[in-house]
């Protein structure tokens, strides 16, 4: 039955599939470069610590609650709604490492700043990071006489206005959590605060 | 009859006990999404010692002063806190303005006071340094100690030179 090709029309096909394979081989990585360049980033991946469980390992890992290496290093973050600059700042452990995304800030990885920043920014969702995005702070959790996170700097609000303490539910954060997920930190919607996350587990 | 009846019963206290059992073995285990939150902090007010005062209103009433507390969020972590005027001595001559109830957070350093005034402004809160020092008289706790070290140790729990009379 195949036999009862024609020539012809044999050749024909393989050109197309060769051509379409040679496109794609081609555009591909072009395409890739074109967004690296374009964004000034690679995934780095480099240096994480592990992220603890529980106070104690938070303690033995990022020191004591508003340590000064917990406020040292800070990222611009636009938020997309207002366009208002926010300058969260976070543990040394956690970023600040030099990129060609981030200048030497005496960091120790590539967490934060460069590759989940990056990562949002490269999966063109960094539309949903709306107004209110702050990280280190030294206070405790509200209502209560326990740090907070924020006060060893492994916390960050995003989306504040739009992602009230309490609601069971994401409006706009869900839309980029995974990265956070991927990158070692907890999405605090477990425990309906959607707008927070954190490089901690059961705290 | 009665044998039956006997071994059902004890076959049923067994059960029992080893569903107790599991259910305690579960419950001892941390879930993954179940918070162990650290020690808590001692409330310390400071009594006797000279604080600087972020303010962030003033009102009749105690009700007044709590139901604008809870009107003003700074995400998942503790803002203000309610304290009679009557706390802290020279602070009802600083304001100025009647009320009795006001919202506060206090610090020993000036860098702490500044960090919480512009933390609550972005917030879109009222905040304002009182220039003046105010000393405290004990009574509620208003948000002392947390701020940081000078020396970057981690928090402040103890005066300084400039909160001693």
């Given amino acids: 039955m195949g036999s009862s090709e024609h020539p012809r029309e044999r050749r024909r096909r393989r050109q197309l599939a060769v051509t379409v394979v040679s496109a794609v081989l081609v555009l591909v990585p072009l395409t890739l470069g074109w967004h690296w360049a374009k964004a000034g980033w690679r995934d780095w991946h480099y240096n994480y610590p592990a992220t603890p469980t529980g106070y104690t390992q938070i303690v033995n890992r990022f020191g004591q609650p508003c340590n000064a290496d917990a406020s040292a290093i800070s990222m611009p973050w636009t938020a997309s709604d207002n366009n208002q600059t926010y300058s969260p700042r976070f543990h040394k452990k956690l970023g600040g490492y030099p990129t060609e995304m981030v200048p030497n800030k005496g960091g120790r990885s590539t967490n934060l700043d460069n590759d989940v920043y990056g990562h949002i920014q490269n999966d063109h969702v960094g539309q949903y990071a709306k107004s209110g995005i702050w990280g280190y702070f030294c206070r405790t959790i509200k209502g209560t006489s326990t740090w907070s996170t924020h006060a060893w700097g492994i916390a960050i609000d995003i989306s504040a206005a739009y992602e009230p303490q309490g609601s069971c539910r994401s409006t706009v954060n869900r839309n980029f959590a995974y990265v956070f997920r991927n990158h070692g930190w907890r999405w605090g919607l477990d425990f309906c605060d959607p707008m927070h996350f954190q490089y901690a587990f059961g705290y | ?165």
């Fill in chain 2, 1 to 165: 009859m009665r044998k039956v009846f006997l071994t059902l019963g004890a076959c049923a206290v067994v059960a029992g006990m080893a569903v107790g059992a599991v259910a305690a073995i579960g419950s001892a285990a941390p879930g993954p999404h179940e918070r162990s939150l650290g020690p808590t902090m001692k409330p310390d007010t400071g009594a006797g010692e000279l604080l600087l005062v972020v303010l962030g209103g003033v009102y009749e009433t105690r009700q007044e002063a709590e139901a604008a507390n809870a009107g003003m969020t700074f995400g998942d972590v503790q803002g203000y806190y309610v304290v009679p005027l009557a706390q802290f001595q020279g602070f009802r001559e600083q304001l100025g303005s009647p009320g009795d109830f006001a919202l506060v957070s206090v610090f020993r350093t000036e860098e702490g006071a500044a960090e919480f005034a512009a933390a609550a402004q972005m917030f879109g809160h009222p905040a304002t340094i009182l220039p003046t020092r105010v000393r405290s008289l004990g009574g509620l706790y208003a948000g002392l100690g947390q701020e940081a070290a000078p020396d970057g140790s981690g928090p402040l729990m103890a005066p300084i030179p400039d909160s001693l009379p």
